[in-house]
């Protein structure tokens, strides 16, 4: 059955329609699961923070918690302005000097799976440096029992 394995979310208010693509997410571990919806006070993690999560694996909830500071909504086509000039992207909010890097384009920042794939490797190589709300510790607030 799809609900066993997948994380299906519907946004209130409901909009009949389908846009491509539909994610379908195979799950994480129980315990990192139950830890991520313990910070989101019960509530059951979207596909995209169930993607996530299976990117990020053991960081998973420092990872949410910080795409929830950067980007409370979880919005996916959403952008702002710095005052340094630049602009942050997309569900993680990934910001505008990273597109130096190859493969890396504004379009496909605003696509919530390439931009987690990005987030991903930029914790890869760096850790949660690249994101102030980490830096400063705004994102602790978006934690349970850290």
């Known amino acids: 059955m799809v609900q066993a394995e997948y994380t299906v ?11 491509w ?11 990192e699961t139950s830890q991520a919806q313990a910070d989101q006070f019960g509530r059951r993690l979207t ?13 998973c ?4 918690a910080v795409q929830r500071a950067e980007n409370p909504r979880g919005d996916c086509e959403v952008y ?6 630049t602009l942050d992207w997309g569900y993680f909010q ?3 000097v990273h597109l130096k890097r190859a493969g890396v384009n504004l379009r496909g920042l605003l696509d919530c799976r390439a931009n987690i794939d990005f987030a991903y490797q930029l914790y890869s190589e760096r850790g949660f440096e690249p994101w102030t709300t980490f830096r400063s510790g ?5 934690l349970r029992n850290f």
């Open 21 to 31: 693509p539909i994610l379908f997410v195979p799950r994480t571990s129980q315990d």
């Open 47 to 59: 596909a995209y923070q169930q993607y996530a999560c299976n990117k990020f694996g053991p960081a």
């Open 80 to 85: 702002h302005y710095n005052s340094d000039g």
């Open 138 to 142: 705004e994102y602790r607030r978006f």
């Open 61 to 64: 909830r420092i990872a949410l």
């Open 94 to 96: 990934i910001n505008t």
């Open 9 to 19: 979310t519907l946004r209130s208010p409901i909009k009949i329609g389908f846009r």
